[in-house]
């Protein structure tokens, strides 16, 4: 993950850049960044993950997205622009969707980390999650097989829920009953 252009411009100057573009552009507060295009690994590893979260999520009210689908970060407290394409989004209320793009806070949302864009997701996008109010955030480390759950607590801050490398079993704190096999997860 690296900035794009080395200055600010508007929502609607990024708007016109993206319709121009084949690479995978997200912007916060005027910055526009460019993702690296995803491994075969990180592919096998978002199949595996959404294949999971599919089977759970059957039935229930919520809905699986995947890269690339837009999410426009909305909190009335929270001013600027923040428009960012998760790896997978869970979003549970339905109201903010539109037909470009879903306009809210997803209830959880996954990353999965390349080599090079760790700091962006492990760093960027966790405090920005966490200010919005994204109730769950999963960083997946392909290079490590590590998937890490951080969840809200009651003073609206992440702190870990859940952690495993390689095998075991992880879970979720705000899907109550979700657990996925690490081996099924990551490719041997």
Request: proline content about 5%; glycine content about 4%.
């Amino acid at each position: 993950m690296h900035k794009y252009l080395p200055y600010s411009i508007s929502v609607d100057e990024f708007f016109q850049i993206r319709e121009q573009s084949d690479a995978l552009l997200e912007y916060i507060d005027g910055i526009v960044y460019m993702s690296a295009l995803p491994s075969t690994k990180h592919q096998r590893v978002s199949n595996s993950l959404e294949a999971n979260f599919r089977t759970f999520l059957e039935g229930k009210p919520c809905e699986l997205f995947h890269a690339p689908y837009d999410i426009e970060l909305k909190n009335e407290k929270i001013e600027g622009t923040k428009i960012i394409i998760p790896d997978i989004s869970i979003i549970c209320d339905e109201s903010g969707f539109t037909d470009a793009r879903y306009v809210g806070v997803p209830d959880l949302i996954v990353e999965i980390l390349s080599p090079s864009n760790q700091s962006h997701d492990l760093i960027t996008k966790l405090n920005l999650y966490m200010s919005y109010g994204v109730k769950e955030y999963w960083i997946v480390n392909p290079m490590l097989d590590t998937i890490t759950v951080y969840a809200l607590n009651d003073e609206k801050m992440y702190e870990q829920h859940d952690m495993k490398t390689e095998t075991g079993k992880i879970t979720s704190k705000i899907l109550d009953g979700l657990c996925m096999d690490l081996k099924s997860i990551f490719p041997s």
